[in-house]
């Protein structure tokens, strides 16, 4: 599958936060499944970004897309 779509995901912090202690025991656990969530679509490389000052963070991968 070719590669040349590009899709970003930006989710604040506080919402994480919230819907953490309800589906999870701690961000880093969050941030794991994320991760994990990258590696599942054959990912190479996966990029955190962590904006304090907007309290949000991006994570970014070159795994596969999901076909709908």
Known sequence: MAKDNQFSFEISLSVLNHLGRN???????????????????????????VDKDKNSFVVKDDGDVMDI
């Open 23 to 49: 589906l999870y025991r701690s961000f880093m656990t969050v941030l794991g499944e994320a991760i994990s969530n990258s590696w599942d679509a054959d990912a190479e490389n996966v990029w955190i970004y």
